[in-house]
């Protein structure tokens, strides 16, 4: 899983004189509280980060030196009142950051504790940051990066970058600060999918019906035969890189979540072993093309078969590996999607079904019982998209996480489970880029349809004729999860919506999700950033304030503004969200 508290740098370019006009502290995500003074705090050429002697945090400290030392960032827009803001400068410089932790040996894992305490007089050498955990120091470094400002950036003449280095020419604005932050949620997440596109690499949806990309020991042919082929190379995921990307993540805080989806979303499973899948190698709509007949929920078929104790011994083998391979308590088992009509193309299953007086729904709860104790013998907290719960009540136990993406949260909780909530319409990252099958003729309309009688007369009737938008016309353009959910949108989901006290507590945190049918490493940054930074402060900071107040966009739209300016900074191709305004 992906840290969404993101850092974020704020500075200012002004000339040395004895008060300034400054800019606001620009923080992302914002903290949940935060008091400010009126005085500049300089800092000192010399200045330096005391941390305690542990490889984690000495890492950090080193990072963020070289952060705040070498990126000296300039605010993108300058506000409207911004002359009229004056402050004096203290005559005492900040030499030093102390950071003191409790423990900085405890686990990343889910509930582990992230809060952390800020302090920067105006009248002292030395500002501290306390925390109860390494990883809510982390988070206190990434704040405390964000406020510091620089005095120049360029030179406002000839535009030419100025030669400071280290902590030169730095300061802090609207001293004293103090700060105390936790996150609202504990769980906090990106889901990147890598069967669909190959990453060079995050709930980690590693396989689906496309590819099976992660090599495994123990069945090393799932790769071998289900990964993509690309100009004679196997684009796969050694152990070498999972060990990587996990130690990579782990430094800055970030847990990795992996997902093998199952049964359904298997098709690759049969490059290697066909003999445990069913409907593989087929269009994924019969020949009705009614979407009631289809065999799978988009192109790339094939489920496993739910009756074969080969199949049972295989998916075994690849949870038990793949359990190993990750050190988070947390292991997501998919579950997602599955469609009868697949099984039923199978003559042993329908023998089966017949034989056993039982149905596809049968066969599913049988299969997911069964998957759900693989995962509890490797130690490990289930998650199952919510799918099997919500749409057909399976008697799933109430230990799995349920993650939701179709239905209101409360179907869920209210069933009696925790959840992370991702809801397509809010936080469906890939949405609105139209369809992406090559043989659909549906496009091809050179003027608007003609609206169907009886709707038509109803839509003059309540004056809504020009609310009537066919798929070509101001319609969906083909994809399933349309409109594009812009960073507003995603911004505005309120997780706890429609929830009391007691049920808003099973709600464990949320998952931004990109699904990668049209989106490889070329695309990546711009479907991510800076919109997953919007869901970032919702996760972090809540939707609403510590007095009950909705936060406001316009606040968060100057702020996330400068965020995306700061992304193009350090080389992440971030989209544009407005003009470039003064």
């Known amino acids: 899983m992906f840290r969404l508290t993101l850092i974020y740098f704020v500075f200012f ?18 903290p949940q509280i935060m008091t400010t003074g009126q005085l500049i705090v300089n800092v000192d050429p010399s200045f330096y980060i005391n941390a305690p002697h542990n490889k984690y945090i000495q890492k950090a400290v080193d990072r963020y030196n070289r952060i705040i030392s070498n990126e000296r960032w300039v605010p993108v827009q300058k506000s409207y009142n911004q002359s009229k803001t004056q402050q004096k400068v203290s005559k005492i410089m900040l030499e030093s950051l102390h950071v003191m932790i409790d423990d900085a040996n405890i686990k990343l894992e889910h509930g582990v504790d992230e809060s952390y305490l800020i302090n920067i007089p105006s009248n002292s050498t030395e500002a501290t940051l306390k925390s109860k955990t390494l990883w809510g120091a982390l988070h206190g470094l990434e704040t405390f990066s964000q406020l510091i400002q620089s005095y120049h950036y360029h030179d406002e003449g000839t535009g030419k970058p100025n030669h400071s280095k280290g ?35 995050f709930h980690w949806h590693i396989t689906d019906s496309h590819s099976f990309p992660l090599r495994l020991k123990t069945l090393p042919e799932l790769a071998m035969k289900g990964a993509y082929k690309l100009h004679g190379r196997r684009l796969i995921y050694t152990k070498k890189d999972v060990r990587r990307i996990v130690k990579y993540g782990y430094e800055r805080g970030v847990r990795i979540i992996p997902e093998i989806d199952m049964p359904a979303h298997t098709g690759s499973w049969a490059l290697a072993h066909k003999d445990i899948t069913t409907c593989t190698g087929i269009h994924y709509k019969d020949e009705t ?4 007949n289809r065999f799978a929920s988009e192109p790339g078929t094939g489920q496993l078969n739910p009756i074969k104790s080969k199949t049972y011994h295989i998916i075994s083998k690849v949870i038990h590996e793949v359990t190993t391979l990750f050190p988070d308590n947390f292991f997501h088992g998919g579950g997602d999607e599955p469609v009868y009509n697949c099984w039923n193309k199978d003559d042993d299953i329908k023998e089966f079904m017949a034989k056993n007086n039982v149905t596809g729904i049968d066969l599913l709860n049988n299969f997911l019982q069964k998957e759900l104790d693989y995962i509890h013998e490797s130690k490990k907290t289930a998650i199952l998209w919510e799918d099997s719960v919500t749409n057909i009540d399976l008697p799933i136990s109430k230990n799995v996480i349920l993650q939701v993406w179709t239905n209101p949260v409360r179907d869920a909780i209210r069933k009696g489970y925790k959840v992370i909530a991702s809801n397509y319409n809010f936080w469906y990252l890939d949405c609105g880029h139209g369809g992406w099958e090559g043989n659909n003729t549906s496009y091809d309309e050179q003027t608007p349809p003609t609206i169907p009688e009886s709707i038509s007369k109803e839509l003059e009737e309540n004056d809504l004729t020009d609310n009537y938008s066919s798929q070509n016309w101001g319609g969906s353009g083909g994809d399933w999860c349309s409109p594009f959910k812009t960073w507003q949108r995603i911004y505005s989901y309120d997780l706890a919506y429609n929830l009391t006290q007691s049920e808003a507590e099973n709600v464990l945190g949320g998952e931004v999700a990109l699904w990668t049918e049209q989106t490889d490493s070329t695309a990546l940054d711009v479907r991510l950033w800076p919109r997953t930074a919007a869901a970032a402060e919702i996760l972090w900071s809540d939707r609403y304030d510590i007095n009950g107040n909705k936060r406001d966009i316009g606040d968060a739209m100057k702020r996330i503004f400068d965020w995306r300016y700061r992304l193009l900074g350090r080389g992440i191709n971030a989209e544009a969200l407005q003009p470039l305004w003064w």
Request: glycine share 4%.
């Open 289 to 292: 093309n009614s979407w009631n």
């Open 167 to 201: 902590y030169e020419h730095m300061y802090i604005p609207n001293t004293p600060i103090f700060i105390e932050d936790s996150p609202k949620y504990q769980h906090r997440g990106l889901m990147l999918d890598t069967s669909r596109n190959y990453f060079p690499v």
């Open 13 to 30: 370019s002004i000339g040395i004189q004895l008060s300034w006009a400054v800019q606001d502290n620009l923080i992302w995500p914002i």
